[in-house]
């Protein structure tokens, strides 16, 4: 069984939640336990669901060309990481809404799924259960490609999900603490790259084992 890939992907697959938690850290903005836990069961069921889709089309083709396909994917997206961390897309942020507007779900939906640091659509310092819902949405976007990667590799979909849920809730209470006594915001600036390095490392391993 493929335990240290299990690990590593849980790491990989949360640390934009890491760098995403920092910032809001710096904030001084909070993400309750419960809230938490929705960001960690929703990037769960996207991890699962894809890395199930990889195991089933994995039984199509032999172990060793799975392998590749799956470590060759995965290193695609590590390097797909580093890159739009370096060459990062110029884009206007989204202009600030009045006190007194509504929160709409479907109308912010598309706002913090580009900017996930901002998910805090009311500005009252603290992740409600219905931010986090689009925040874990932001996030999961991640483990999607990723766990069909992993899926290729033959990990244990529950066991890899359940790392992925378990560093998700860790990520997020460090990455919060971390924001709250550090003075920069070079963790999530650089969470992206360190993900991307792991990711090439989780695939050449795929790949030579």
Not at 59 to 69: E, P, R, S
Not at 131 to 150: P, T
Not at 153 to 165: C, D, H, K, Q, R
């Amino acid at each position: 069984m493929h335990w240290l890939t299990i690990l590593l992907i849980g790491v990989a697959a949360n640390l934009d939640n890491l760098g995403i938690s920092v910032s809001y850290g710096l904030k001084s903005t909070r993400i309750p336990f419960i809230s938490n836990l929705v960001i960690a069961v929703i990037s769960m069921l996207c991890a699962y669901l894809s890395i199930t889709a990889g195991a089933w089309i994995s039984h199509f083709i032999t172990l060793k060309i799975a392998n590749i396909i799956g470590g060759c994917l995965i290193i695609f997206l590590g390097g797909k990481c580093i890159w739009e961390s370096l060459y990062p897309k110029t884009a206007t942020l989204p202009s600030a809404k009045p006190d007194f507007e509504p929160i709409h779900m479907d109308s912010n939906y598309s706002r913090v799924i580009a900017h996930p640091d901002l998910a805090d659509i009311n500005e009252d310092k603290v992740i409600t259960i219905k931010e986090a819902i689009l925040l874990g949405l932001a996030l999961a976007m991640n483990c999607l490609a990723m766990g069909l990667g992993a899926g290729f590799t033959g990990i244990s979909p529950l066991l890899a999900t359940i790392s992925i849920g378990a560093f998700s809730m860790l990520s997020i209470t460090f990455g919060i603490m971390l924001g709250s006594k550090i003075t920069g915001n070079r963790i999530a600036n650089y969470s992206n790259i360190i993900s991307g390095l792991l990711l090439i490392m989780i695939g050449i391993y795929e790949i030579i084992i």
